[in-house]
């Protein structure tokens, strides 16, 4: 799964080099990639949390692309929008971060949720 997660990275990287402002408040910004995500039918993102001062943020993403509708599965299998969220975040952060998926189609939900937190091991 690595290898998927690495070219969500990547695709993150870029989309959020070529595709958005990245210098903008933060607000400014997310509202941007959520538009952005929804209007490329991406996804629809929406931010649960996020903590400023820590970097850690939860967001959702319902109607994506490459996960919704699945049967369950028992798993996880967003390792793509893993990286592609990380990629984005740390594009826009100067950070290194990582996003885990916590929920999933795949795994009975009806959105998938991503933690995302800025990676201590990579500063």
């Known amino acids: 799964m690595d290898i998927f997660r690495c070219a969500g990275r990547e695709a993150g990287e870029y989309f959020a080099r070529k595709m958005l402002n990245l210098d903008q408040p933060l607000d400014q910004f997310v509202s941007e990639l959520q538009k952005k995500m929804q209007d490329l039918k991406i996804g629809v993102l929406r931010i649960e ?4 001062e820590s970097g850690k943020i939860i967001l959702t993403v319902a109607e994506d692309a ?7 599965l028992g798993e996880t299998v967003c390792n793509y929008d893993e990286g592609f969220i990380a990629g984005i975040l740390s594009t826009y952060s100067g950070k290194p971060y990582t996003a885990i998926e916590m929920d999933c189609w795949a795994t009975g939900d009806r959105v998938c949720r991503f933690h995302a937190d800025v990676d201590e091991d990579q500063k």
Do not use: A, T
Not at 49 to 52: A, K, L, S, T, V
Not at 66 to 72: R, T
């Open 49 to 52: 949390h996020i903590d400023e």
């Open 66 to 72: 490459d996960c919704s509708g699945l049967p369950v």
